[in-house]
């Protein structure tokens, strides 16, 4: 069965929370259990993603979306979308830097990941979270 769900949230750093607490409760509701390993992944994946757009989005950009879907395997694919053009990249942060790591997580969590280019109207950075003892 594959279940989706999205939803725009406020380009405010508050909403890093509401996207990992509205990601949280659509994957219970579909199944995934508290302390499933898949459930846990994803909502720190979003949590990367949102705080990324936040931090790093375009100035004038009042919303962002955040997508989830349960896939029948028990897997997750995310998608946060912005109008920002320039894709995320991985940095080497120095090791006293205080941010800089979000993407290393994201690429060491995930399945897979990756960026769509949405043309003119931005960007959507996707990741794949696969379920405990899958790919």
Partial sequence: MLRRNS????????????ARHRVRDHLVDWGHGEGDAALEDAVLLVSELATNV?????????????AV?????????????DEGTVPPRLREPGEWDESGRGLFLVQHIASAWGVWSRGRHGQTVWVLVAPLGGP
């Fill in 54 to 66: 936040v931090r790093h989005g375009p100035l004038l950009e009042r919303e962002f979306e955040v």
């Fill in 7 to 18: 939803f725009r949230l406020p380009r405010h750093p508050a909403s890093v929370g509401l």
């Fill in 69 to 81: 879907t349960a896939l029948a395997d028990g897997s997750c694919f995310i998608e946060v979308s």
